[in-house]
Nanobody, 121 residues
Framework: QVQLVESGGGLVQPGGSLRLSCAAS????????MAWYRQAPGKERELVAA???????NYADSVKDRFTISRDNAKNTVYLQMNSLKPEDTAVYYC???????????????WGQGTQVTVSS
């Protein structure tokens, strides 16, 4: 029902910034909670930031005060502004859309293809 396409990744130096975008299509964007996950080589995928359908954000401790998640429902897009980037932020970043169906008691997740973020000097 939902297709997600990430963009904005790339190579940046430590201390630099990147803005990731995730464009959604195929469903009603405003009904979904959105999130950014990341996975570094040899590590498990971890939640970086999430935002509810109502716009309330949450962040992993490792990125608090550096990253900002936001959404623009009119554009069907969620963003991740990443500032003060560190080498340990290097990972593939994945966009996630999720919705809980109360009637079926079932959670459904949709994922983008991922975008590489590399922080290196």
């Amino acid at each position: 029902q939902v297709q997600l396409v990430e963009s904005g990744g790339g190579l940046v130096q430590p201390g630099g910034s990147l803005r990731l975008s995730c464009a959604a299509s195929g469903s009603i964007f405003s009904l979904y909670a959105m999130a950014w996950y990341r996975q570094a080589p040899g590590k498990e995928r971890e939640l970086v930031a999430a935002i509810t359908s109502g716009g309330s954000p949450n962040y992993a401790d490792s990125v608090k005060d550096r990253f900002t998640i936001s959404r623009d429902n009119a554009k069907n897009t969620v963003y991740l502004q990443m500032n003060s980037l560190k080498p340990e932020d290097t990972a593939v970043y994945y966009c996630n859309a999720n919705r809980y169906n109360v009637l079926l008691n079932r959670r459904r997740d949709y994922w983008g293809q991922g975008t590489q973020v590399t922080v290196s000097s």
